[in-house]
C-alpha cells in the first residue's frame, strides 16, 4: 500500500517513463494517482532520455532498481531491439511499450492496444476521435491499418 505521503520505501515498486520529455507528460501525475488510489505500493518516475542516451539507458536498466518501464512512442523499436525476451504481440508488431525487468532480463510488451481497446469498449467512452488522435494504436485498433 503506497504511504500518505507518498515517499518511497524499499518495498515500492518503481516504473519508468522513458521519453525525450517525460517531465512535460502528465502520464507519471496520472499513473501515480492510480496507483495511490488503489493502495498500491508502486510509482511512475519519468526519465528524460535523449535519443542518443537510449540504448544505454535501456541497457542498462537490468541492474537498475526500477521493476519496469513505460517507452514513449519514440523509442519503442529501438527498446524492441534491446530485449531479451518479447511477448508474442510484442514480436508481431516489431515494438515493446513496457518493459518488465525480472532477474537482471528485460521482458518486452504491449500494454497500450489492450488498455485501450478495453477503455473503448467501456459504456462511459464517449469519443474514440480523441484517442484515434492521440495514438496509433487506437487508430490501429479502429481501422484495422
Do not use: W
Not at 525476451?85 to 521482458?107: K, M, P
Not at 488498455?115 to 495514438?135: G, V
Request: aromatic share 10%; with cysteine.
Amino acid at each position: 500500500m503506497m504511504n500518505d505521503d507518498n515517499s518511497i520505501t524499499t518495498e515500492t515498486a518503481l516504473y519508468g517513463y522513458i521519453a525525450e520529455n517525460a517531465h512535460s507528460s502528465r502520464f507519471c501525475a496520472i499513473v501515480n494517482k492510480l496507483f495511490k488510489g488503489n493502495n498500491v505500493n508502486a510509482m511512475a518516475i519519468p526519465m528524460n532520455i535523449r535519443p542518443d542516451d537510449v540504448t544505454f539507458t535501456i541497457s542498462q536498466m537490468r541492474s537498475s532498481k526500477l521493476t519496469g518501464a513505460v517507452i514513449s512512442m519514440e523509442y519503442q523499436e529501438e527498446a524492441f531491439s534491446l530485449l531479451d525476451h518479447a511477448s508474442e504481440a510484442s514480436q508481431e508488431a516489431g515494438y515493446s511499450d513496457f518493459i518488465r525487468i525480472v532477474d537482471g532480463q528485460l521482458y518486452g510488451e504491449l500494454i497500450m492496444p489492450s488498455a485501450l481497446e478495453k477503455f473503448a469498449q467501456c459504456d462511459e467512452f464517449q469519443d474514440d476521435i480523441a484517442l484515434n488522435s492521440m495514438t496509433r494504436y487506437f487508430y490501429e485498433l479502429t481501422t484495422g491499418a
